[in-house]
């Protein structure tokens, strides 16, 4: 194991929509200084910066970084689909656990377009085409957009296995609203009903729109250092990352035509089990998460993929409240990508944010009680998935 890493400075935007946003730059900007006030260190003690985007031209970092000031530090830029902030924020977790720097900032932005997620190259070998390839085996293709048949054939696939209701999926967006009303920074306020939910445009049964994530524009920062930089500084007591792993695509992903096995279960078991064991921490540990809930569907498979409800018993976990103030666990307290919205270069980030917010106890109306131990996961299809785990102790 290497030098204890804390996290003592957040930040991010209020996330809007495709053409309300700033340009990328100035969101980014905004965003890195807002951490770099929270955490009361200017930039030129920042030695490194790790800076995740998906969408872009190449050195959108520089681009980005530049406007806080010309110091000549490394910038690496990230591209690791919707788990490219988690990935620049172990990356950044690495470069301090290493002694490679003392205090270093994670970035993530993204100016996102209206409508569903399209690939951008046509005269190249598609990066998702082995996913694609277990779809057109499993269930063909609609007009759908591609994701929402990912992941909602997913959530068909545990429904024909399960019985579970179509309500059920609808239960967690309607769960996603009622937190996000209580945050600030979250694209959607408006709280929803599970009637008016499924009332909502069907996507790709069992997904109706109200349970797929809106594209969205934003950015999230934060400044990662070492003990010695933080009682230096003057911190005392930081949050601080206590476990973090990434796992990518297994032979099962794609040899047992399981749709439920493309969109990542199996990353995420495993990557769940290599934090828990780091930490020494269970679950049961845990107060708070932030999960990856592109799709009402992700959601309810990553409760069982991480050991929140046992396999097959996500519907009950749900309906008996487990996932929500007053049950065992708050699961994206912040709306999650449902409501808060997901830009995906921002996304890890902004579970960052909000996760250090609950353990500091600043976290406004969305408090969680005692929050202590927090559990994020990031998910990207083609494949990463990201877990960390933070502790306020």
């Not at 106890?361 to 990031?378: C, I, S, W």
Request: proline residues 4%; negative net charge.
């Amino acid at each position: 194991m290497g030098r204890k890493v804390n996290v003592i400075g957040v930040g991010m935007t209020k996330f809007q929509k495709p053409g309300a946003s700033d340009e990328y730059n100035v969101m980014a900007v905004k965003a890195a200084k807002a951490a770099m006030e929270d955490a009361n260190v200017p930039w030129k003690e920042v030695e490194a910066a790790y800076v995740g985007y998906v969408y872009g031209d190449s050195t959108c970092g520089q681009r980005a970084v530049y406007e806080l000031g010309l110091t000549g530090i490394p910038v690496f830029n990230v591209n690791n689909n919707c788990s490219t902030g988690s990935t620049a924020l172990m990356l950044a977790k690495q470069a301090i656990e290493g002694g490679i720097a003392e205090c270093v900032i994670a970035l993530g932005f993204e100016k996102m377009e209206k409508g569903a997620l399209t690939a951008k190259w046509s005269d190249r070998a598609n990066p998702l085409e082995w996913q694609v390839d277990v779809m057109s085996r499993v269930q063909g293709f609609t007009s759908a957009p591609g994701a929402a048949q990912m992941f909602g054939g997913a959530g068909r696939e545990y429904r024909w296995k399960y019985g579970t209701k179509r309500e059920t999926f609808a239960k967690i967006s309607e769960k996603a609203r009622k937190h996000a009303s209580q945050n600030p920074y979250a694209l959607f306020n408006q709280v929803l009903s599970v009637e008016e939910i499924l009332a909502s445009d069907e996507v790709f049964d069992p997904l109706t729109r109200y349970q797929c994530c809106p594209p969205t524009c934003g950015a999230a920062a934060a400044i990662l250092c070492s003990d010695e930089f933080a009682k230096k500084h003057g911190i005392t007591k930081p949050v601080y990352i206590a476990a973090q792993a990434m796992t990518t695509d297994y032979d099962s992903s794609f040899k047992e035509d399981s749709m439920i096995k493309m969109v990542g279960y199996d990353m995420a078991k495993a990557c769940a089990k290599k934090v828990y064991d780091q930490a020494g921490l269970g679950p049961e540990d845990v107060q708070v998460v932030e999960l990856h809930d592109c799709f009402t569907a992700n959601e309810l498979l990553t409760y069982e993929a991480i050991g929140l409800a046992k396999e097959g018993e996500a519907e009950k976990f749900i309906w008996d409240g487990d996932n929500t103030y007053g049950g065992k666990w708050v699961t994206n307290p912040s709306g999650g990508l449902l409501s808060k919205g997901h830009p995906l270069g921002a996304t890890g980030l902004a579970q960052c944010t909000e996760l250090v917010w609950q353990l500091r106890g600043t976290a406004d109306k969305r408090q969680v009680p005692n929050a202590k131990v927090a559990l994020q996961h990031n998910l990207g299809l083609g494949g990463a998935c990201v877990m960390t785990m933070y502790r306020a102790d």
